[in-house]
């Protein structure tokens, strides 16, 4: 289950109380089972998946994408698989560990692992969201957001898009806050 860890160190793990605080902000968060057929579990307990491997994880939950497309629109979608062996995972990660928006919603189904969402609200609070399986999010275009993955370094996510474009992390040079230990001088 979902986590909220607010500034001042509390922390809320009950959904509805999450889905309030994260309102003004216009996220979705669902909970959408990944079902109990057996190949999938398989599959994602794996750590790392070829391609063809990923086209049947993502077969087996293509009735959420048909839902997305007839409902929203979206025309593609992909599985990425992230994991400690990952090549240049560092690198990768720190294109979106500094705050930033989108021109396109950011939506994505965890189905193995976990992620953290950070948000800038309204008032300048900020939140961090610990994301885990079964757990579906909408961040709206331009929310102030960033993403970090747990120690464990582990997460495979089913990533939906409306288009190609749209998808390139635009800055906002506000510090992080929520999360991090205060380092007194
Ligand atoms: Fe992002």
């Avoid at 992230?82 to 189904?109: G, W």
């Avoid at 409306?162 to 906002?172: I, S």
Wanted: hydrophobic share 35%.
């Amino acid at each position: 289950m979902a986590i909220l860890q607010k500034e001042d160190g509390s922390k809320l793990t009950d959904l509805q109380s999450i889905v309030q605080e994260l309102a003004p902000l216009g996220i979705t968060l669902n909970y959408w089972s990944i079902g109990d057929n057996p190949q999938l579990h398989q599959l994602l307990a794996q750590d790392s998946l070829n391609d063809t491997e990923k086209e049947t994880v993502l077969s087996h939950l293509d009735h959420y994408f048909k839902e997305l497309s007839e409902r929203a629109g979206y025309t593609s979608r992909d599985l990425i698989v992230l994991h400690p062996e990952v090549p240049n995972l560092d690198t990768m990660l720190s294109k979106f560990d500094k705050v930033h928006t989108h021109a396109d919603d950011e939506v994505r189904y965890i189905v193995a692992g976990e992620g953290i969402f950070g948000f800038v609200r309204p008032d300048g609070s900020q939140v961090e969201l610990t994301v885990q399986p079964q757990e579906y999010i909408n961040v709206p275009a331009g929310t102030q957001h960033w993403f970090i993955l747990t120690p464990a370094q582990r997460v495979k996510a089913v990533r939906y898009f409306c288009g190609t474009t749209g998808w390139v992390p635009e800055y906002t040079d506000i510090k992080i806050r929520v999360g991090r230990e205060v380092v007194s001088v």
